[in-house]
């Protein structure tokens, strides 16, 4: 059963224009998938979409099965977790206090934390490498390390599928490598599975198992890196620069 799968969905704002339409997409157990594009061409909306967080225009979203729509809000924050672009980040707090809010959705209604939810935040903040400064503020981090605090927050959910929207926006090269290189980590060997919005391009060729490309003009391309640039999907997605843009080899 796929984690997450879209059948023919239109996407957009109810007042504007469409901006991808009859999208028939799936995400399945341990794949990476990154979704490319220009400014502007929809990236934010699908990833909210898929969230729940923006109406579909049509078509519907299914989440391990079963139609997101049917699901509260707690059950689908068992299914979904998702770090965003104009995330609130409570600074008042150590970094581990704010990883373990992702365990909110699995506690009782007092929020008592047992030992499955103890175990599941440990394994998040070492899944995610930030075990080391567990204690500290999250004012006193940089934001590479910030950015991983927020994933291991959402990996603490124990979610069948993880989206983030531009994860790396702010981040200096390094940063940025070692970030898309733990994505495919959690995909391959702990069989997590994501939806990665980046302006990474080259990242992203190099670790996705499958693109997702929105061109900015209502085409939606999906497939292997190898797939879209004998599509040419890339050239028509962000101009004739890509052209000479030429193959990388996959990172295993």
């Known amino acids: 059963m796929n984690r997450l799968d879209a059948v023919d969905l239109t996407i957009g704002h109810k007042a504007g224009r469409r901006l991808a339409s009859a999208l028939n997409l799936h995400v399945g157990e341990g794949e990476l998938v990154c979704l490319l594009g220009p400014n502007g061409s929809g990236k934010s909306t699908l990833l909210r979409t898929l969230l729940g967080l923006v109406a579909p225009l049509s078509g519907h979203v299914l989440v391990g099965g079963e139609a997101a729509s049917a699901l509260d809000v707690r059950a689908l924050a068992k299914r979904i977790a998702a770090v965003l672009t104009d995330r609130e980040i409570p600074y008042a707090m150590t970094a581990r206090e704010l990883v373990a809010l992702g365990r909110i959705p699995h ?146």
């Open 107 to 252: 506690t009782n209604w007092m929020n008592q934390f047992g030992d499955e939810d103890e175990s599941a935040i440990a394994w998040a903040m070492q899944s995610a490498g930030v075990t080391a400064f567990s204690d500290r503020w999250v004012t006193d981090l940089s934001d590479g390390e910030r950015q991983k605090v927020l994933l291991a927050r959402a990996l603490a959910q124990q979610p069948l599928l993880l989206i983030l929207d531009e994860p790396t926006a702010y981040l200096d090269l390094p940063r940025r490598v070692e970030m898309m290189g733990l994505f495919a980590r959690l995909a391959h060997e702990h069989g997590q599975s994501l939806v990665v919005s980046t302006h990474d391009l080259d990242l992203a060729m190099r670790h996705a198992d499958r693109l997702w490309l929105m061109d900015g003009n209502g085409s939606f391309y999906q497939g292997t890196t190898d797939d879209l640039l004998e599509q040419g999907a890339l050239r028509r997605a962000f101009g004739p620069a890509f052209d000479d843009y030429v193959r990388v080899p996959r990172l295993s």
